[in-house]
């Protein structure tokens, strides 16, 4: 399938730069030279493992934080210990610019590897694929669209999967403009089903290349550390076919993910990624949009077409990650995780239906409860 259960497109800050330089590398080790999409790679150096993949725990989060932030964090914190040292790294294959530095390459692929290497300790177990994931990079719609289907058709992906893309990936769509389309600097998607003999699982990253340009492109990125764990937790609600449930968990939790596992590597601070991240963006998109607070939790229940034109649409990541937030820090990691299980395949059901059953068998409480309950934690938690 493709469309919304297979490309799971979100807004996020991510960067890339033109052309095609392929490498493989396993996240938070040494590279190795492989095939790629240009007709003469060039490999490339990588990092080698560093401080930041040891098993070392992750330091404590502010003692400002309110008890349900520190509860989700410990929860997290716990399975990235349990998991540490068994835990093996995702290979990854990359398609970058060409025109890189060494040292810009280098740091490029520590970065994407430092982020899944906490991401896999937190939830690799809940992934049904060992395979590699392959990493696409671009500014330019028209190149990632003509790359990632020449590389689909070179691995052998489904005759279904290549179509689907060019159908419905939106690098693919007629004069696709990411500058145009959101006001935040970038785009992310995930495929959730390549069937192809080596690869089940592609992320996909456009923006506008200015970290990559940087002296020092891994300090630049900080505007971006959330995308690639962002990213694989879509891959894990894929596997338990709960991706598309509501904006709020499906969106808001990727990005709540996405943000303190790259702080529990050390890749940011806390206060970047939950205090600014999260809580100081929201209020400036409330003051911004001259409203009082944040909007009710229930209006982030439909998916993307359901927010075209509200003013909260720049809020569904910030405001559904503190609602994810809330849940794993009341509830617990597996209760979170495990809610919308089958909201995809499930029939017979309208959503609310179905959701608020899945409410009262994991949370016992009604749907409409535990939206009232993530609304006062949003207005206690938001001081704006």
């Not at 991240?277 to 229940?301: D, F």
């Not at 359901?306 to 405001?319: C, E, F, H, R």
């Amino acid at each position: 399938m493709i469309a919304r259960t297979a490309i799971l497109a979100l807004l996020s800050v991510t960067v890339a730069v033109t052309g095609c330089n392929s490498s493989q590398i396993s996240a938070g080790s040494s590279s190795s030279p492989s095939a790629s999409l240009a007709s003469s790679p060039s490999p490339s150096s990588s990092p080698s493992a560093s401080a930041e993949n040891s098993c070392n725990a992750p330091k404590s989060p502010p003692s400002t934080w309110p008890a349900e932030a520190v509860a989700a964090l410990e929860a997290m914190t716990e399975r990235y210990m349990k998991r540490c040292a068994t835990t093996a790294d995702f290979e990854l294959y990359f398609s970058l610019p060409e025109g890189l530095t060494t040292t810009q390459e280098a740091l490029t692929k520590k970065w994407y590897s430092d982020a899944l290497t906490a991401a896999t300790r937190v939830f690799g177990d809940l992934l049904q694929s060992t395979k590699p994931i392959a990493v696409f990079y671009k500014t330019s719609a028209a190149s990632m669209c003509t790359e990632l289907v020449a590389f689909l058709e070179q691995e052998s992906a489904a005759p279904d999967v290549i179509d689907g893309v060019k159908r419905y990936e939106w690098s693919c769509k007629p004069n696709a403009d990411w500058t145009g389309v959101y006001s935040r600097a970038g785009y992310g998607a995930t495929i959730l089903e390549a069937k192809s003999p080596k690869y089940d699982y592609l992320i996909l990253n456009m923006g506008n290349g200015d970290e990559l340009r940087s002296k020092d492109p891994y300090a630049a990125l900080n505007p971006t550390f959330q995308t690639p764990s962002h990213e694989l937790f879509h891959l894990a609600q894929f596997t338990n076919q709960s991706q598309a449930a509501t904006l709020w968990w499906g969106e808001g939790g990727a990005a709540y993910i996405g943000h303190l596992t790259a702080a529990m590597q050390g890749m940011v601070s806390y206060k970047e990624a939950r205090d600014q991240g999260l809580v100081t963006y929201s209020c400036e998109e409330i003051a911004r949009n001259g409203k009082s607070g944040p909007p009710r939790i229930a209006e982030l229940s439909g998916w993307w077409e359901s927010a075209d034109g509200k003013w909260w649409n720049g809020m569904v990541y910030s405001l559904g990650a503190l609602a994810s937030e809330y849940v794993i820090g009341t509830y617990g990691w597996d209760a979170f995780y495990t809610w919308a299980s089958g909201y995809q395949t499930q029939r017979g059901l309208s959503d609310y239906a179905y959701l608020d059953q899945r409410s009262q068998q994991t949370f016992g409480i009604s749907l409409d409860d535990l939206h009232k309950n993530i609304d006062k934690y949003l207005e206690r938690v938001l001081p704006c």
